[in-house]
């Protein structure tokens, strides 16, 4: 997968100082290299019979879509507060530089249906904590969590122990 991170651009002090930002758009304007990325993060997924992809804002909104397109399902989206129309349940979380919250409709999961989250980072893991959170409150069964990009320094899989994750590249 160096094919991959050779194309992810490396931003310092960005969103602001001390943090290192791994900027996506670089690899997914590379056609190859975007096919290789949702190929990569669907692969584990291949024959589970997931119902739906849930993307976390934003980034995840564009890599979930893909994913849910390869693997065949619907996509449901996970977004910062007052963005959704409908009834939603919230969670709050922090992040490695401050907190914030995520919101779900209420009817976006059947009970019981397959669901498969995805982000684009897992890093400290609130995100993914709170999406995983919300998905069962929706009425989701959550049969992993895929990202393209984990900070293994972060130690974001500690907050989702338990649940099976998958990663594309660890820095």
């Not at 991170?5 to 290192?20: Q, Y």
């Not at 919101?103 to 684009?120: F, K, M, P, T, Y």
């Amino acid at each position: 997968m160096d094919h991959l991170k050779a194309k992810i651009r490396h931003v310092p002090d960005f969103p602001k100082p001390g943090i290192l930002f791994y900027d996506i758009t670089t690899l997914l304007c590379d056609p190859q290299g975007f096919r290789d990325t949702i190929d990569a993060m669907a692969a584990p997924y291949m024959g589970e019979d997931i119902d739906h992809v849930i993307g976390i804002e934003s980034r995840g909104f564009i890599l979930g879509a893909a994913v849910a397109n390869t693997l065949g399902c619907g996509f449901v989206p996970i977004r910062k507060p007052g963005k959704l129309p409908a009834a939603t349940y919230q969670e709050s979380y922090h992040l490695e530089y401050g907190t914030d919250a995520l919101e779900i409709h209420q009817d976006a999961c059947g009970s019981n249906q397959r669901v498969l989250i995805v982000d684009d980072v897992l890093a400290t893991g609130g995100t993914a904590r709170a999406a995983i959170d919300l998905a069962r409150k929706a009425g989701g069964k959550v049969i992993g969590a895929t990202f393209l990009i984990e900070l293994d320094f972060l130690k974001g899989r500690d907050k989702l122990a338990g649940e099976p994750v998958y990663s594309v590249l660890q820095y």
